[in-house]
């Protein structure tokens, strides 16, 4: 599979690129930087994405057999904060890169990096891909309008188009959000553990790894789909609560800390997240994931290593 990937540089659409190369696949990474970002190893095009003939030159120039479209923002706090901001990165952007592949003349799978957050607050748990869709976030809202013109798409133009719903990311690339925060306070010897929130919010967690990997085996499974819109989670299928990664990075780091939730509302994130899997298991019969547990504290020690101030213990 020939498969070209936006946001090449970012931390996700970074951990497409290497799980694709790795599986064997050819692949090209197109980005607004001039140059490829660090430890790339596919095909790499500076492509101004603003521009429709640049855009849809390259495209028809590569000729892939899927797009993954993995570029724009993530993060509901900054989307409160700017949302026009949001609305040009995320479904903006989204627009002109189908755009450009409908002028492309090349009519390759497309899959959209999505989010948990067009669910927003789910009546059902485990959250099925059929859960009616009713963001609390500009982010989430956002999402939402992309998988709406993904549909457009595909009814006016005839595009096969995925959209990969991913629930909470993290790994060792990544330098934000909840679990790089909590490693951060803790690497720095802190005797009080302080976290937004009650500690009782639930997340389906998945390592940046196998989100990947399952994203690259959902495209190969697929490529060579009839014209139409489909949605599938992407997690592990399990719950975990903040106040468990907590105290799981806590004993990673052989801390004492105490662990202090300031019971703040958390604007635009619900409560509970957790994905029925059945239709990302149903495509990708052999996926796995790892244990959380585990696949926190090879994160927790990847970081440990990487980082230059007083860090974590390694943990087994």
């Not at 989307?79 to 903006?92: H, I, K, N, V």
């Not at 390759?108 to 859960?131: F, I, M, N």
């Not at 990947?212 to 490529?223: E, K, T």
């Amino acid at each position: 599979m020939k498969i070209l990937i936006t946001g090449a540089s970012g931390f996700l659409g970074g951990a497409v690129g290497r799980a694709a190369i790795a599986a064997g696949h050819e692949v090209v990474g197109i980005g607004r930087d001039a140059c490829p970002p660090a430890h790339w190893s596919g095909a790499y095009r500076q492509v101004d994405f603003r521009s429709a003939d640049m855009l849809s030159g390259t495209i028809a120039g590569i000729a892939p057999d899927c797009v993954a479209h993995f570029a724009g923002t993530a993060s509901v706090g900054d989307s409160f904060q700017a949302p026009l901001a949001d609305f040009e990165s995320s479904t903006g952007l989204w627009f002109r890169v189908l755009d450009g592949i409908r002028q492309s003349g090349t009519r390759p799978l497309v899959a959209l990096a999505s989010s948990a957050a067009v669910y927003g607050s789910p009546e059902v748990l485990p959250t099925p891909e059929s859960a009616p869709r009713h963001p609390e976030s500009p982010y989430g809202f956002h999402k939402k309008l992309s998988e709406q013109i993904a549909e457009e798409f595909a009814h006016c133009f005839g595009f096969s188009v995925v959209s990969l719903r991913f629930f909470s990311v993290f790994g060792a690339a990544q330098r934000r959000l909840l679990v790089w925060e909590i490693f951060d306070q803790l690497r720095r010897g802190t005797s009080e553990l302080r976290l937004k929130g009650t500690g009782d919010e639930q997340r389906d967690f998945l390592s940046a790894d196998e989100a990947a990997a399952a994203a690259i085996g959902v495209c190969a499974a697929r490529v060579g789909d009839a014209p139409g819109f489909h949605a599938v989670n992407v997690a592990s299928g399990t719950g975990v609560s903040v106040r468990e990664v907590a105290g799981t990075l806590r004993d990673c780091a052989g801390s004492r800390a105490e662990i202090v939730f300031g019971r703040e509302e958390l604007r635009g994130n619900p409560s509970r997240w957790q994905a029925d899997v059945g239709k990302l298991r149903q495509w990708l019969p052999d996926w796995q994931p790892a244990p959380f547990a585990k696949s926190l504290a090879m994160c927790a020690k990847a970081w440990n290593v990487e980082t230059t101030e007083p860090a974590l213990t390694s943990a087994n």
